[in-house]
C-alpha cells in the first residue's frame, strides 16, 4: 500500500473524527495520530531497513498539507515530528528509528530560539539536563523530545541536542495553558528539573547542535510551516495511489 493511499484511509477516518474536539474542546488528537502511527505515516521518513517508508521532505509536507485541511492539531504534532525524526534519522540510534518506522513513537522538538537556556553536566556516562522549554508541541503527548543544552564540555558556544524520553523522572509539563498553535496540539512548556539521561542520548556531537538544527530542523520546519498554513471548510480531497 502506497503513502498516499493509507493516508487516504485515515484522513476520513480517525483523523477527521479527532479533528472537532481538537478544535472545540482542546483535546490532543490521541487517536489520529494513532492511526497516522499505524498506517506508516509517523515513520514516512525513516529509512526502509528498519521498516520505515523511506521517504523525503517533499513527501512529509504533503502528508501535513492533507492532514491540515482536516486536524490542524494533528498536522502541527506531525510538523513537530517529522522536524524532529530528521535529526534522529540521521543521527540517532537504531532501536528508537525501528520504533518510529513501526508507529510506536511520537517525537517532538524542545529547542530555544534564541540559543540553549538549558544546562547539561556529565558525570561519566550520565548527563544532567535542567531547564525549561517553551511552545513544545505535543507536550506530554510525545514519547521523546529532542532537546537542547548548552555543550557538557569545553566547546565555546554552540549548543547540544539529546534524545530526552518523556518518561524520565523529573520531566514534566507545569500547566497545560494554551500555546500559540492550534487548538488541541497540546503546546506548552517542558520543564527538566533536572533529567538525567544516558551519554548516548546525545545526538551528533557534543557542540554540534547549532549546526544540525540549521542543516536539518530549520529546512523540514519551513517547508512543513507552510503546509500547516493551508486552509479548507472543505477538508482534504486525496486520490490513492
Known sequence: MSYRTALAHVLTGA??????????????????????GRAGL??????????????????????????????PAAATVLRSHYAAVAVVEACGGAWVRAEIAAGRHLCSLALDADGPDS??????????LRGRKRQVVAAGEADSYVWSSGPTGTVPGGCSL????????????????????????????VCADPVRVPASALLGEDGDGERLVRDLVLPWLTELSAATDVVSGEGAVLVAS
Open 15 to 36: 483523523v477527521a473524527s479527532g479533528g472537532e474536539p481538537a478544535r472545540t474542546q482542546g483535546r490532543f488528537p490521541r487517536s489520529g495520530v494513532t492511526a497516522l
Open 42 to 71: 509517523l515513520g514516512l521518513t525513516v529509512t526502509p531497513e528498519l521498516g520505515g517508508g523511506g521517504r523525503g521532505l517533499a513527501e512529509a509536507v504533503e502528508v501535513v498539507e492533507h492532514v491540515a485541511r482536516v486536524c
Open 119 to 128: 544546562a547539561a553536566r556529565r558525570t561519566g556516562e550520565v548527563v544532567t
Open 162 to 189: 539529546w534524545l530526552v524520553p518523556a518518561h524520565a523522572p523529573d520531566l514534566y509539563v507545569p500547566a497545560r495553558a494554551a500555546g500559540p498553535g492550534p487548538s488541541g496540539s497540546a503546546t506548552s512548556t
